[in-house]
């Protein structure tokens, strides 16, 4: 069930004239949070989103170095078997 605005229960109240003057205060107070609330919430899912593209680039650049660590491993190899002397080379 959605939860209903300010508004929609103050229509639904259906409050007096004197109802509305005694209560101006709290009510814009209630209208205020509730903006206050909704500033909040779209801020929130804004920072959600720029951390998610954030940790799928990150994501990605793991995987590139990842990639980039396994091919200087490989190079480093053979650069070390082709500097090795040749009695220390392994026989077949």
């Known amino acids: ?8 229960l103050l229509v639904h109240l259906n409050l007096s004239q004197e109802e509305w003057e005694r209560h101006a205060e709290l009510i814009q107070e209630c209208l ?3 903006r ?3 500033f909040f919430e779209r801020q ?5 989103t720029m951390l998610s593209d954030h ?5 990605t650049t793991l ?3 990842f ?3 396994q091919r200087l491993q490989d190079h480093l ?11 220390k080379l392994p026989k077949a």
């Not at 929130?44 to 959600?48: C, D, K, N, T, V």
């Not at 940790?55 to 994501?59: A, C, D, I, N, R």
């Not at 070390?80 to 040749?86: D, G, I, S, V």
């Open 55 to 59: 940790v799928q680039t990150l994501g």
């Open 44 to 48: 929130s899912e804004e920072g959600l």
């Open 32 to 34: 205020d949070r509730e």
């Open 63 to 65: 995987e590139d170095a």
């Open 1 to 8: 069930m959605k939860a209903k605005t300010v508004e929609e």
């Open 67 to 69: 990639s980039s660590l």
């Open 36 to 38: 206050k609330l909704a």
């Open 77 to 87: 190899g053979e650069v070390l078997l082709r500097q090795m002397p040749e009695w």
